[in-house]
């Protein structure tokens, strides 16, 4: 279908989309589908593009100086890019036709660093400000520290002080840590910590997103909001490590709405990132990864990274998370984190299982933390491996509020508590018990540690235990499988995300003789899962369960 807009920036999106479809600009295919959705909503009665409101978006940026760097020495203004055009289109240009009410609710925008997001967010922030017309808005920039928090309001700061006829056209006053509109009780603040319950946003600005541990921030942002006509929440970031975060688990929503899984019409979300199979050490990888490659990320500067990065480990895994927006997991991690998450299937269902032989791997860990069960399949007729888990942690670690994380996963089904301030070892007994009537469990191997009673309950249920201590000789090969298997999508995982969390977690440490034992950076760092995994694995091996001929190819690589 030929489609045709009259508004010079909603056409300008809609070309930059387009050539984002065909290939003409190169991007990943999270991106791909982020402007195919844009260019289908055009056909669609129930939601319509105001190119009038977007144009004055845009131009009101375009009207803004820069602030800092070669373009503010020469007193130039700031020029959008085509993504930021087509992001900014998005964002104020769609509305409902039955409410009339603004559509997106949510922005997820991940893209690597010095891409132009941050002068973006100035200007946006400014605009809510300022154009918007919202008689006491609250803007907020929100962040973990201080710097990260005046990283937007200290360039929207010094456009007012280098525009004095914005200021005079909207009353704008400049204060130290906040920028006001007397006349209308608006003001654009930066934020450490939570605004306070009291607050009401119009817009909340979680910049670098990923460096925040927890969700209350932005919960607080958003709690808040419920008496705004038109609220926004921006998350805005480059990628990170910590995939069990509140970041990744809003980035994994975006990737389901943008892949067609989940429906939600109130968030917009691109995501600028290579793809699975794509050369990270490349040239290419740089201009895919970047959308503003040659314009204000410097062409010489990228390559340079680049050969420090061929030349250092450390710095490889900074380069691939910071400028070709990589989740890697540990700073130092084992797992291909892009490799893993397609093996996370969402309609995986152990009931499709039944009958199938299994082995079932425990790590009881400490009393006090995570434990978990790992239920392998190996494969059959030429098929492809299946693992499924149950995490467990006592209910004190859940309430206790160090990791915010898990009252969400317990909520969601994906992490049982168990009474009091220790884990009661019975919950996983009563599991490994209810195995027994659907699937033929093989073998139950556990690390001995802590186990004992446990082992010799299991053993008077008739489950054939087997110890299997932790150590380099019992993990090294099956670990080294297991990533294979990964790698070859030879196994499939559901969509966890406590698995996930745990695989990004994982430090492979390597001895002399080329040996690989799973390790962790910081204690907080749970990989209970990955450990019973690679249990499962080591003895599914032992017993021969990998000769068919695909098996065979895997444990080449």
Not at 67 to 75: I, P
Not at 185 to 195: A, D, H, L, R, T
């Amino acid at each position: 279908m030929q489609i045709s807009l009259p508004a010079n920036f909603s056409k300008r999106a809609l070309e930059y989309a387009e050539s984002v479809i065909n290939g003409s600009t190169p991007a990943g295919s999270l991106a791909v589908k982020s402007c195919q959705r844009f260019v289908d909503d055009l056909d669609r009665e129930d939601i319509f593009l105001d190119v009038d409101n977007a144009q004055e978006w845009c131009e009101f940026l375009e009207k803004l100086p820069h602030v800092k760097g070669k373009w503010a020495a020469k007193k130039e203004l700031f020029i959008l890019s085509p993504w930021q055009i087509f992001c900014i289109v998005n964002i104020y240009g769609w509305y409902f036709v039955e409410s009339g009410k603004r559509r997106f609710r949510e922005v997820y925008i991940e893209v690597p660093r010095k891409n132009g997001k941050t002068y973006m967010l100035s200007g946006l922030a400014l605009g809510a400000l300022t154009i918007e017309r919202e008689f006491g808005a609250e803007i907020y920039c929100g962040a973990t520290s201080e710097k990260q928090a005046m990283e937007v309001f200290t360039p929207a700061k010094a456009i007012c002080k280098r525009e004095p006829d914005l200021c005079e056209a909207f009353g704008v006053s400049i204060n130290a840590k906040s920028l006001t509109v007397l006349s209308n009780g608006s003001k654009f603040e930066p934020v450490i910590g939570n605004p306070g319950d009291g607050s009401s946003p119009s817009l909340g600005i979680a910049d670098e997103f990923h460096e925040h541990k927890t969700s209350d921030q932005v919960d607080t942002f958003t709690t808040g909001m419920g008496a705004r006509e038109n609220p926004l929440m921006i998350y805005i970031t480059t990628a990170g490590s910590d995939t069990g975060g509140p970041c990744y688990a809003v980035r994994d929503d975006v990737m389901r709405i943008l892949k067609g899984s989940v429906q939600d019409d109130t968030v917009f979300g691109i995501i600028y990132t290579l793809d699975e199979g794509d050369e990270w050490d490349t040239i290419e990888a740089q201009i895919k990864a970047n959308p503003n490659y040659g314009v204000s990320v410097d062409k010489d500067f990228l390559k340079g990274q680049l050969e420090q990065a061929k030349r250092s480990a450390t710095k490889q895994t900074a380069y691939k998370t910071k400028h070709l927006n990589l989740w890697v997991g540990a700073k130092s991690a084992w797992m291909n984190m892009l490799a893993f998450q397609a093996t996370r299937k969402q309609k995986l269902d152990i009931a499709d299982f039944k009958g199938r032989k299994c082995y079932v791997a425990i790590d009881l860990a400490s009393k006090i933390d995570i434990a978990d069960m790992c239920i392998l399949f190996p494969p059959e007729n030429g098929g492809k491996w299946a693992a499924f888990f149950h995490h467990y942690l006592p209910e004190d670690r859940v309430l206790d509020g160090g990791n915010t994380r898990y009252k969400a996963w317990h909520t969601n089904g994906w992490l049982t508590t168990t009474p009091g301030n220790v884990t009661d070892f019975s919950y996983i007994e009563d599991d490994l018990k209810a195995l027994k009537s659907d699937y033929e469990v093989s073998e139950v191997p556990y690390d001995p540690f802590q186990a004992t009673q446990f082992s010799t309950r299991m053993v008077e249920e008739g489950f054939p235990m087997i110890e299997y201590g932790a150590t380099v000789k019992n993990f090294s090969e099956p670990m080294k499988y297991v990533e294979a298997l990964v790698l070859k999508k030879g196994i499939e995982f559901q969509s966890d995300p406590v698995l996930m969390w745990m695989f990004g977690n994982v430090v492979a440490t390597l001895d002399k003789k080329d040996n690989i034992f799973p390790n962790k950076e910081r204690p907080e760092n749970k990989i209970d899962g990955v450990v019973a995994l690679i249990m499962a694995m080591g003895r599914a091996i032992v017993n021969n369960e990998s000769l068919n001929e695909f098996e065979t190819e895997v444990f080449s690589v």
